[in-house]
């Protein structure tokens, strides 16, 4: 059985910063997004990641992209160092991953801390052993499966995702967020939860680029409860579908209903964690 989320439910997964805290016990992430060919990536999930409430963002990646991420957020480090959890693959072609970039993505991946694997690095699942969370569109997901010998369709996909969601977490062994209209989120232990989108307007190129932002520093924000309980990771993934949707929603009600951009809905997500606070 599928559960709604609701803001009840996310309202358990946003975290405040208390007195005793720093910038790293609150948490650090660390990003391996974005490509020549795809910059925005990286600039709109660090954008969301930094408006989620986060101790740090440390980028990794070429210095063109670096420099777009910084002249948007010079909060931003661009060293590597400890860090609570990765988002990889975001803007990331994954046929045109240089020896780089894959130095890169195995340095995140051996670290021990939970992943959340988007886009350009969805066909790495399964080469490490850290709390994982994938977060793939139907098409995404379709060829993933395929790859992995369990040939489907973006149609058939679109057809049964939340069935497909869950034969990718039972056989790969990590936590699915399925995106589309109703995002589906469940893992290998049976969680199953649906995020139904307040809005439309979502379907926006780099929406997803921001959906990974706000994951990522959920997920490294609780990394001593994920240390605990990697079942978490499914409750954040659901409670970060959660606020992207009501991002959106709240930055198009501003505009009376009107149509918002990827950036938009990152700059709204402050508001959203504010009034889940508040609750
Ligand atoms: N400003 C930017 O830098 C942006 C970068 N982006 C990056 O661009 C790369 C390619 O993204 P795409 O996924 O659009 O790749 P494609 O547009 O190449 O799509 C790949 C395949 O999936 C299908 N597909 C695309 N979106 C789908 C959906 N929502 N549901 C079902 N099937 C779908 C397509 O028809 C295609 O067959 C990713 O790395 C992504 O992160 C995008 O997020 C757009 C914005
Ligand atoms: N019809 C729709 N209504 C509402 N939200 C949608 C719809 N289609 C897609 N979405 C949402 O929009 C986002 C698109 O992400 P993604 O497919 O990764 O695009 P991109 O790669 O351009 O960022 C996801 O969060 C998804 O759940």
Redesign the pocket.
């Known amino acids: 059985m599928w559960q709604e989320w609701t803001a009840d439910d996310a309202a358990g997964w946003v975290a405040a910063p208390a007195s005793g805290d720093d910038k790293y016990s609150r948490g650090v992430l660390g990003v391996v997004t974005?490509s020549q060919e795809?910059?925005?990536?990286a600039v709109?999930g660090v954008e969301a990641a930094h408006r989620t409430g986060i101790g740090m963002v440390r980028y990794i990646g070429p210095r063109s992209v670096r420099q777009a991420v910084l002249a948007r957020r010079p909060e931003t480090v661009g060293v590597a160092g400890r860090v609570q959890a990765w988002l990889v693959?975001?803007?990331?072609?994954q046929s045109r991953r240089s020896f780089v970039l894959l130095g890169d993505l195995g340095h995140a991946l051996a670290a021990q801390v939970p992943v959340v694997l988007?886009?350009?690095a969805l066909d790495l699942v399964g080469t490490h052993t850290a709390p994982t969370v994938i977060t793939p569109?139907?098409?995404?997901l379709a060829?993933l499966l395929t790859a992995r010998e369990m040939p489907t369709t973006?149609d058939e996909v679109?057809a049964a995702p939340g069935e497909w969601a869950e034969r990718a977490a039972a056989e790969l062994g990590v936590a699915v967020l399925l995106?589309?209209a109703v995002t589906y989120v469940c893992d290998p232990d049976g969680d199953r939860y649906t995020v139904t989108a307040p809005t439309h307007w979502l379907a926006t190129?780099?929406s997803?680029?921001v959906l990974g932002g706000i994951l990522g520093a959920l997920v490294a924000t609780h990394h001593v409860q994920l240390a605990a309980d990697a079942e978490a990771l499914t409750a954040l993934a659901a409670t970060a579908s959660w606020v992207h949707g009501e991002a959106a929603r709240r930055a198009s009600a501003e505009v009376g209903g009107g149509p918002v951009t990827?950036l938009d809905i990152a700059v709204a997500v402050p508001a959203v964690i504010g009034a889940l606070l508040a609750r």
């Open positions: 974005g795809f910059p925005g990536a709109l693959g975001s803007g990331i072609d988007d886009a350009g569109h139907a098409g995404e060829a973006v679109r995106k589309g190129a780099g997803g680029d990827a």
